[in-house]
């Protein structure tokens, strides 16, 4: 049902990835999952349901962050960089068992907490991350301005 980000599962991967952020090229986010299967500061589970086929439905991006994290105490903190299920696949417990993952791999590399983030605007992923314990930390409007 889960595996780790390989080289065999990589374009798997950022086909994912290109659903949940359609703005950003495909062959992009190729390159930027193919650099993170050797990382030690970052971490890919994909999920499957059928053994015979192995068809990605859902994955969950995690990496290692060392600078201060919005809400914690402690460092590093393991940060959910992106989380994605097929909507065909949804409601079923999928995301959780994704987030349970990154969770087990943030404890592995001695974290004690877990962050995360979202658009102000997208209720949906803003009440999926209440419904899997996480707490709001803060609300935050960023500007930028060129000069």
Not at 108 to 116: H, I, L, N, V
């Amino acid at each position: 049902m889960i595996n780790r980000l390989n080289i065999n599962n990589v374009k798997d991967c950022a086909r994912l990835a290109n659903a949940l952020w359609p703005d950003t090229e495909y062959q992009e986010l190729l390159n930027e999952f193919t650099d993170l299967i050797n990382s030690d500061k970052a971490e890919c589970f994909l999920y499957y349901e059928d053994e015979a086929s192995k068809e990605y439905i859902g994955f969950a991006q995690a990496s290692l962050r060392f600078d201060y994290v919005e809400g914690s105490l402690s460092s590093p903190v393991v940060y959910l960089e992106g989380i994605y299920v097929d909507d065909n696949y949804r409601r079923r417990g999928i995301a959780q068992v994704l987030v349970n993952c990154v969770e087990d791999w943030g404890k592995d590399m001695g974290c004690s907490e877990m962050g995360s983030d979202c658009e102000l605007d997208n209720n949906l992923s803003v009440d999926f991350h209440n419904s899997i314990g996480f707490e709001e930390a803060n609300r935050l409007v960023c500007f930028i301005k060129s000069i």
